[in-house]
């Protein structure tokens, strides 16, 4: 029994460590995941997602701490039956999100490790066990080193914790896993393969025939049956390929700029999911780096998930010199953990990346930019509907003339252009009085 408590003890000392320094690094992200199982659709406990940074800092430090009690043999009864009182929280919320498929991923690891609901809920099952075994021997549970250099150890794990979770809060994570780290190409992780497997979902009918409920299972086409329609229910049995990045974009409520600005050769995109409830201090930061930026000969942008009125706000409030697009919440959140964050981009390649705290270490060297070409201008000019000259349009008298017209939008242009074979710039459209 000795052997297996100390086999147990090292196990769940590890895994724990693990799993809360990997949690630690990134606690921002774990808040999110938290706020996910507070909200209506999940644990419907919504009155907790405002405070779920503070609590994720709190069971992320308590995860590293209790994991460094119990390999060092600090207070063995209070570390064991703490781990104990954890794991099985934990095991009912991975249950929860497994069986009742709320949650796709616990992130029990972050974004190092991805687990599936059922991996997640089984690998809790195996650690309740371990740990029920150092209940069970607490008595050879004792501690590594003197009593002195045990508490020494203990108050280092505890300080080391509180200080590595704050200083990732101030800066950004020391380690990052996501698919828009410094080096990763954003276009290139959103590619989709063409022979990239495709989801498997199925289709469960259900037909009132002749009074009965008869249910019909497809893959997707519509069952034979002659009875009167009621429901039908889907089941995703596959994922299918998922691309490292698939909800990314930079919008605007008319147009898609994602690939155009993802072949920029010198982009600053300025991160900001929320500008309601961005830092002011970040922001001023911001307005500072990005004029540098923009006189440097840098594109700039922003992106944020907020409206057009908290934009407007926010570009008057701070005095922005640029334009923001449209991103998904979600998406930005996960860009850079930072209300405001910043990145530096060429091509779509992540070269740098900071918190609103170190925008002072973007690198901005001048950029030189090629002169715009020059684009002749080609002039349309009509008579009374008919084609003239710009000649037979100057010897007009004026008092002659009732009405001119300038037109340069695109499909007045086109239509021209197909018509006469010809490439013009403008239309002048002129009515002589009658």
Not at 224 to 231: A, F, M, P, V
Request: aromatic share 14%.
């Amino acid at each position: 029994m000795k052997y297996i408590v100390h086999i147990s003890r090292v196990l769940v000392g590890g895994l724990f460590i693990l799993s809360g320094l990997v949690k630690l690094n990134d606690p921002l992200g774990f808040s999110y995941k938290l706020q996910e199982y507070f909200s209506s659709d999940v644990l419907n406990i919504p009155f907790l997602e405002p405070y779920a940074l503070g609590i994720a800092v709190f069971v992320v430090v308590l995860e590293v701490v209790l994991g460094v009690f119990l390999l060092i043999g600090y207070k063995p009864k209070f570390t064991v039956w703490s781990l104990l009182a954890m794991i099985l929280f934990f095991t009912f919320l991975t249950f929860y999100a497994w069986y009742f498929e709320k949650v796709k991923d616990c992130g029990c690891f972050g974004d190092f490790l991805k687990l599936e609901p059922f991996e997640t809920f089984i690998k809790d099952v195996v650690l309740t066990v371990l740990i029920l075994i150092l209940v069970f021997g607490l008595k050879y549970i004792k501690p590594i080193f003197g009593k002195l250099p045990t508490i020494i150890l203990a108050l280092l794990g505890f300080v080391g914790s509180l200080w590595f979770g704050y200083h990732v809060l101030m800066h950004l994570p020391t380690w990052d896993f996501r698919a828009y780290k410094v080096g990763d190409n954003i276009k290139q992780n959103m590619i989709y393969p063409e022979d990239a497997a495709q989801p498997v979902i199925e289709y469960t009918w259900t037909f009132n025939e002749n009074g009965t409920e008869k249910t019909y299972v497809t893959s997707g086409s519509y069952p034979e049956s002659t009875g009167k329609y009621i429901k039908v229910e889907t089941k995703t049995i596959s994922e299918g390929y998922k691309p490292k990045i698939y909800d990314f974009s930079i919008e605007s409520t008319e147009e898609d700029f994602t690939d155009k600005f993802l072949t920029e050769d010198h982009l600053i995109m300025v991160v900001a999911y929320n500008l309601e409830h961005a830092e002011a201090e970040g922001m001023s930061a911001i307005k500072t780096i990005t004029d540098k930026a923009i006189k440097q000969g840098y594109t700039v942008i922003g992106l944020s998930a907020s409206g057009d009125d908290a934009i407007a706000v926010a570009k008057k409030t701070y005095g922005l010199n640029f334009d923001f697009y449209l991103c998904d919440e979600k998406a930005a959140k996960t860009v850079v953990r930072s209300n405001p964050g910043i990145l530096k981009l060429e091509k779509g390649t992540v070269i740098q990346k900071a918190h609103w705290n170190d925008v002072d270490d973007i690198d901005l060297p001048k950029v030189e930019r090629p002169e715009p070409k020059k684009v002749e201008e080609i002039i349309a000019y009509f008579i009374n509907d008919v084609i003239a000259t710009k000649e037979s349009v100057e010897v007009l008298n004026p008092d002659s003339i009732e009405r001119m017209d300038v037109f340069k939008g695109k499909a007045q242009l086109d239509s021209l252009n197909i018509d006469r074979e010809k490439n013009y710039t403008s239309v002048i459209k002129i009515k002589l009085k009658e």
